[in-house]
């Protein structure tokens, strides 16, 4: 599958929520949308009996802080669980609170209705709020998650 977000999205100041991800209907975006079987629905990424397997995932996040960052990470969950943490390249535009998560997971989904969410956490100065920028609809995704069985 490769999913993209269809607008913006602010988180708030020191919560961990979950990503959004509304540009998911198969052959969307001149083919660009990926999702095979619909096998992502609800902003998560859900297998069945005949889809059980190891799954590698990547996604890659464009934010934008209010404020500077004293701490943020990308939380991959498997069923509600946190499964890896990954952190920003920060800095584009000379500053430490614009940059991407290019992250990156493998995750074994060996039972039917196993699925994996992305959550954010930031801790933004002055109670500050992050920004995935999601670009446009046409070619100029900013916010894209996908993956693929490896085994």
């Given at each position: 599958?490769?999913v993209y977000?269809?607008?913006?999205?602010?988180?708030?100041?020191?919560?961990?929520?979950?990503l959004?991800f509304?540009e998911?209907t198969?052959?969307?975006h001149?083919?660009?949308?990926?999702?095979?079987?619909?096998?992502f629905a609800?902003?998560?990424f859900?297998?069945?009996?005949?889809t059980v397997?190891?799954?590698?995932?990547?996604t890659?996040?464009?934010?934008?802080?209010?404020?500077?960052?004293?701490d943020?990470?990308?939380?991959?969950?498997?069923?509600?669980a946190?499964?890896?943490?990954?952190?920003p390249?920060?800095g584009y535009?000379?500053s430490?609170?614009?940059g991407?998560?290019?992250?990156?997971?493998?995750?074994?989904?060996d039972?039917?209705g196993?699925y994996?969410e992305?959550?954010y956490?930031?801790d933004?100065?002055?109670?500050?709020?992050?920004l995935?920028?999601w670009g446009?609809?046409t070619?100029?995704?900013?916010?894209?998650?996908?993956?693929?069985k490896?085994a």
């Amino acid at each position: 599958f490769n999913v993209y977000k269809g607008s913006d999205q602010t988180v708030a100041d020191n919560t961990v929520t979950k990503l959004t991800f509304s540009e998911i209907t198969d052959g969307d975006h001149s083919g660009r949308v990926i999702n095979q079987g619909g096998l992502f629905a609800s902003d998560r990424f859900t297998v069945t009996s005949t889809t059980v397997g190891i799954y590698a995932f990547h996604t890659n996040l464009l934010f934008e802080a209010s404020a500077d960052i004293a701490d943020s990470y990308l939380i991959w969950q498997k069923n509600g669980a946190n499964w890896t943490l990954n952190y920003p390249n920060a800095g584009y535009a000379n500053s430490n609170r614009n940059g991407s998560f290019n992250a990156s997971t493998i995750i074994n989904l060996d039972t039917a209705g196993d699925y994996v969410e992305i959550h954010y956490f930031g801790d933004i100065g002055s109670s500050g709020t992050t920004l995935f920028n999601w670009g446009n609809n046409t070619t100029n995704q900013r916010v894209s998650w996908c993956g693929f069985k490896i085994a």
